[in-house]
């Protein structure tokens, strides 16, 4: 199995902005739903985006208006645009397909949020 490779996380002030990517040559974005997630130690992962097919998207509730998730069908990239970040959303932020590839998680990316 191909592994999801996410990218993009870093150290960033509350209120600041990150964009996230993800890749997987062996899934073509275009047909499937896809997903970001996010764990931080000792919690399970949760579900922070889905995107279906345009314009159906879902949003954890404390992310909506902040996160857009999105996709590149040339590009074959999904992406995570994540505005005025606070503390709470630091965690590793992972991509996935719904159903999940279960064999196909990343080590994703960290976001860490801190003044």
């Known amino acids: 199995q191909v592994q999801f490779v996410e990218s993009g996380g870093g150290l960033v002030q509350p209120g600041g902005s990150l964009r996230l990517s993800c890749v997987n040559p062996?899934?073509?974005?275009?047909?499937?739903?896809v997903a970001w997630f996010r764990q931080v130690p000792g919690k399970q992962r949760e579900t922070v985006a889905i995107?279906?097919?345009?314009?159906?998207?879902y949003y954890l509730e404390s992310v909506k208006g902040r996160f857009t998730i999105s996709k590149d069908d040339a590009k074959n990239m999904v992406f995570l645009q994540m505005n005025s970040l606070k503390p709470e959303d630091a965690a590793v932020y992972y991509c996935?397909?719904?159903?999940?590839?279960?064999?196909?998680w990343g080590q994703g990316t960290q976001v860490t949020v801190s003044s």
């Open positions: 062996a899934v073509n974005f275009a047909s499937e739903v």
């Open positions: 996935n397909t719904i159903p999940n590839r279960l064999n196909s």
């Open positions: 995107l279906r097919f345009n314009p159906d998207t």
